[in-house]
């Protein structure tokens, strides 16, 4: 009862200070779990701004939502190809580079220039159009797709690690009793099935169309979902899945707060990396529907600053796109702290900014493509 109570008068006083609180007001329109909550206070404290995050599951929801205006965002955090998307329909203002002055002591990791490169590219071929987008975004995390998997399940590893893609898509060849999971969203799923083939996984057509659809029948996935598949993983409830190497990650930190090392936590579950994958990059733009414009290129030059990215960083399983907040976490792996010798030890095996691949980040495909491949995979979910 006392802490019922205790609940019930903490709302009373969140609900009076936020009645007296005459601070500026920043929405942003954010990701789920996708955020240290010091950043934002600190940030909160040093421009004597309110910041109130709203939250959407999906690039899709994070277009609607700023299409239909029913509420004014300053600030949201799509991924490449929604911001494609939002350029080419005008929703999106240009960013004023002197209201950004942190830009110009930054560099970007290369994985996050070849985005930017593959961006333009696509455009490029999609409408003829040439855009920096560059002059629209500044990234907030980017990172890998790879497979996370059961390490307790005996040669999953070495036979990730020998045949690659194949292993998690020819249940008929390899691991055919293996529960295998897959991320919920249509275009992923299209797109690590051509990529098992070794093709462009922004190609599209009528044939590849039904190719992939016999490669996800085959693989006969068990389940079909999001956060929940690095957790079943994590449980021994699931022996692949092919999701955001951030996911893995998320789960890693988690267990090193609990006391593990990092060796223990690889023991149970890893993520394998193919060396073509896809990437993303989810990045910080302000809509033509914003009001509070200063106030949004505040927070994007808060989070310029590398001491903040590596704060950010601390609680969010993902890339940095900053080659000084990199190093910045790397310089721990000498830490007496287990934790932030871990942390950084996971940067540079799973986000080493030396590694070499072919990384695909999604561009956005036509209507009448999204709606085919969307009705493809819900006949392979639905059997």
Partial sequence: ?????????????????????????????NWGEYINEEVVRNFEDEYGINVKISVADSNELFYSKIKSGTTSFDLV??????IE?????????ALDYSKLPNYDDVTYMDGVEQIFDSMAETTLARNGKTVDYKDYMVPYFWGTFGIIYNNRVSGLKEALNQYGWAAYFDATTHFPNARRGMYDVAQFAYAAAMLYRDQNPN??????????????????????????????????????AFTYTGDYLDRLYIQLDEGKSLEQVRADFDIYIPENTLVFIDGMVIPKTAKNIDGAHQFINYLLDPEVVALNSEVVGYATALEEAYDIIVSYQTSTDDWYKNWALANLTYYNKDREGSFYPMTTLSASAIDSITSMVQQVVTG
């Fill in 85 to 93: 998307k939002m350029y080419e329909e005008d929703m999106l203002h």
């Fill in 1 to 29: 009862m006392k802490k019922v109570l205790l609940i019930i008068v903490l709302a009373l006083v969140a609900i009076g200070a936020s009645a007296c609180d005459s601070r500026p007001v920043l929405n942003i329109l």
């Fill in 203 to 240: 190609d599209y057509s009528a044939a590849y169309l039904n190719q992939v659809k016999l490669d996800l029948q085959t693989a006969n996935f068990t389940q079909w979902g999001d956060d929940m598949l690095k957790r079943d993983i994590e449980a021994d409830n699931l022996d692949m």
């Fill in 77 to 82: 955090i799509p991924s490449d190809y929604m």
